[in-house]
């Protein structure tokens, strides 16, 4: 069941469009925004809500790398492994993650305090190698400096 | 040396403030263009200044402008876009203008909306830029209060309201028809053409998509002419050209520069060469849909037209360059991976031909590798290039993959022989 004040926000969105299926983005940036990601279940809520049938809400789920349709842990570290993040020497900034957190790519820590995944460019290629937690962008990685970085988010 | 779109950026890189913006004449050529110009005088006033696309492709925007029909009363509604999403790799200069002259950005984006009659306007934001969100926030609640946007724009009889949308990712969405497509809520799949977007583009009416940078040029073509803008460049095609450098330079970053500078001096005196210890070897000059050119023929001129006799394009005018110490194979293997995951999924030789390029340039960087692979690479560059798929992802996937066959083949054939990575221990 959507909450009230998901609800309110979907709507507020569907009013600027010419018709409520334009909304649908919105929609899953919302509740994601709330519950963190997407379960099947919010996928059947919003369809309901707009108008639409599971699999057109879905399709549009399952299209963007910034829905998550699987549960995520608290923080989503999002490293970048463009080109120039590349050059400038990424392999070794992955592989002090990857020690500290005891996870690869696409998983979460057993406490679901992170979970890590590759991102295709942050666009701050002038300071490559970057990450982003959360929302919060990181740059001019060095494996000195990641340990620090983490102990942020709890 | 004239700066238009950074001549007020502030030195620490701080957001420009709407009342600074403003006492330098911000906002002034409003007043004149919406109260003295008519809206075909303004596409006319960019038609002649060859005011050629920022984003990428060049298109000139005053033809662009001018394919909308002209008939506000045939078709009342229409809409103006902005393409902020910048994705490709190595790409990163519209980021300066999101962040630190947002002012200038709305500027331009009235004035286009007013020159093709549209009373909605969007900015389509790449998610991963949360800072230029919040800047372009703030900056369009500054430009409602103080009258630039929303009913009566300054007492003109025009209207305009301007929103923000933030991307849920995937590169596709910066081709204009997926970008128009995710816009709408839906998979951000690109559309057949024609019908281009000026005739049906968002919600099926007439619709203008322009890149950040091309939307910034525009009061300062309204405020100095035509003349003046065609003549701040070094070649002929007018203006200024945010140029960027990544990869092993000592200072990689941004620069505002004539455009047609030539390469060599972006890298040599803006962004201080090569970092000791490190050769040029090539380089892409505009993002990773562009072909690679070599240190032989850097002394090019960064325009539209100059790259294009050495098989390759300006593209963003963001340059990512290769090193001795990079491998080419790996370089090419990172580019085509992005292009892979990416592939909206459409049409088959994108869908499947991008993952099979992938497998066989990892392989071959693994040391698996065999001659006869180079022929499928070479199969796939035509067979993923133009004319064969939906839309210009995979033909762009393929421009450094085949420039690269050609001019590191004896890298290729390194791997192939030697069964592995010359450049791994």
Known sequence: ?154 | MEKPLTKHIRPDGSQLELKNYVRDGGYQILRKVLKEMAPAEVINEVKAANLLGRGGAGFPAGIKWSYIPADKVAEPSRYLVCNADEMEPGSFKDRLLLEQHPHQLIAGMIISAYAIKADKAYIFLRWAYKKSEIILMKAIAQAYEAGYLGKNILNSGYDLDLYVHTSAGRYICGEETGLLNSLEGKRAVPRDKPPYPAISGLFGKPTVVNNVETLSNIPHILENGAAWFKSISRTGEGGTKIYGVCGRVKNPGLWELPLGTPMREIIENYAGGMRDGYKIRGALPGGASTDFIIESQMDVTMDFASLVPLNSRLGTGTIIILDDKTCPVAFIHNLIKFFALESCGWCTPCREGLPWVEEILKSIEDGKGKESDLEILKFHTTYCGPGHTFCAHAPGAMEPLQSGLIYFRDDFMKHINDKHCPWRS
């Open chain 1, 1 to 154: 069941m959507l909450t009230e004040k998901e609800k309110h926000e979907i709507l507020e969105e569907v009013k600027l469009y010419p018709y409520p299926a334009v909304a649908c983005l919105d929609a899953l940036k919302i509740v994601q925004k709330h519950r963190g990601w997407i379960t099947d279940e919010s996928v059947r809520d919003i369809a309901g809500l707009l108008a639409l049938s599971t699999e057109q809400v879905d399709s549009v789920a399952t299209f963007y790398s910034r829905i998550y349709r699987h549960e995520v842990g608290r923080h989503v570290i999002l490293i970048c492994d463009g080109i120039t993040c590349m050059i400038l020497g990424y392999e070794s900034v992955y592989d002090r993650i990857f020690e500290i957190l005891g996870i690869r790519f696409g998983e979460t820590t057993l406490d679901k305090r992170f979970t890590l995944l590759p991102v295709s460019c942050l666009g701050d290629c002038d300071h490559a190698p970057a990450m982003m937690i959360n929302n919060d962008l990181y740059n001019n990685l060095t494996v000195e400096n990641i340990d620090k970085l983490l102990e942020k988010y709890v």
